[in-house]
T-cell receptor
Framework: DGGITQSPKYLFRKEGQNVTLSCEQN?????MYWYRQDPGQGLRLIYY???????QKGDIAEGYSVSREKKESFPLTVTSAQKNPTAFYLC?????????????FGDGTRLSIL | KQEVTQIPAALSVPEGENLVLNCSFT??????LQWFRQDPGKGLTSLLL?????REQTSGRLNASLDKSSGRSTLYIAASQPGDSATYLC????????????FGKGTKLSVIP
């Protein structure tokens, strides 16, 4: 089945450590996104990518980095500069033309601090 | 800057009741509005997408309406079931070619058997 796979489901980070969250899609979508969700809050956009080798900062990009070397993959690195990384991270994708297509989401990665 | 508000934050109804969830947004210049469902600890499932030129969309027991001029959307759920219990999120795409969605904080729905 086509869909978005996020791994791992749970991730723990030590102080000063960088961690990478994986997002893979087999929907042949051009656009991919990373969101952060905190309890009782709406989703906030971290980064998005419209095509391979291109990505743009969202509203809360500080302390995060991404790459888009392949159409299917959009990994997110939470760096040590992100001082409050504990959250639920969601990856999404869309066809990416004209903004009239729905975004499809993975099942998320929950990141906690050790 | 676009802001999206969902009221109420939580709602509890008996099984079988029809219900309405509300979503309001501050900037009426939107490309589309999307309703999602989120189960605890899970990702989002897209329920309905209404383009800016449309007034409503229907899928099964769900009907979403859009009034751009007043900055409002409603999600109507008919004959609610316990399986409908989840958090419902509204998101708007304000365009500018970036496909960015602005989300509300959601309405947590509990349908009591």
């Amino acid at each position: 089945d086509g869909g978005i796979t996020q791994s791992p489901k749970y991730l723990f980070r030590k102080e000063g450590q960088n961690v990478t969250l994986s997002c893979e899609q087999n929907l042949n979508h051009d656009a991919m996104y990373w969101y952060r969700q905190d309890p009782g809050q709406g989703l906030r956009l971290i980064y998005y990518s419209q095509i391979v080798n291109d990505f743009q900062k969202g509203d809360i990009a500080e302390g995060y980095s991404v790459s888009r070397e392949k159409k299917e993959s959009f990994p997110l690195t939470v760096t040590s500069a992100q001082k409050n990384p504990t959250a639920f991270y969601l990856c999404a994708s869309s066809v990416g033309t004209g903004g009239y297509q729905p975004q499809h989401f993975g099942d998320g990665t929950r990141l906690s601090i050790l | 800057k676009q802001e999206v508000t969902q009221i109420p934050a939580a709602l509890s109804v008996p099984e079988g009741e029809n219900l309405v969830l509300n979503c309001s947004f501050t900037d009426s210049a939107i490309y589309n509005l999307q309703w999602f469902r989120q189960d605890p600890g899970k990702g989002l499932t897209s329920l309905l997408l209404i383009q800016s030129s449309q007034r409503e969309q229907t899928s099964g027991r769900l009907n979403a309406s859009l009034d751009k001029s007043s900055g409002r959307s409603t999600l109507y759920i008919a004959a609610s079931q316990p399986g409908d219990s989840a958090t419902y999120l509204c998101a708007v795409d304000s365009g500018a070619g970036s496909y960015q969605l602005t989300f509300g904080k959601g309405t947590k729905l509990s349908v009591i058997p």
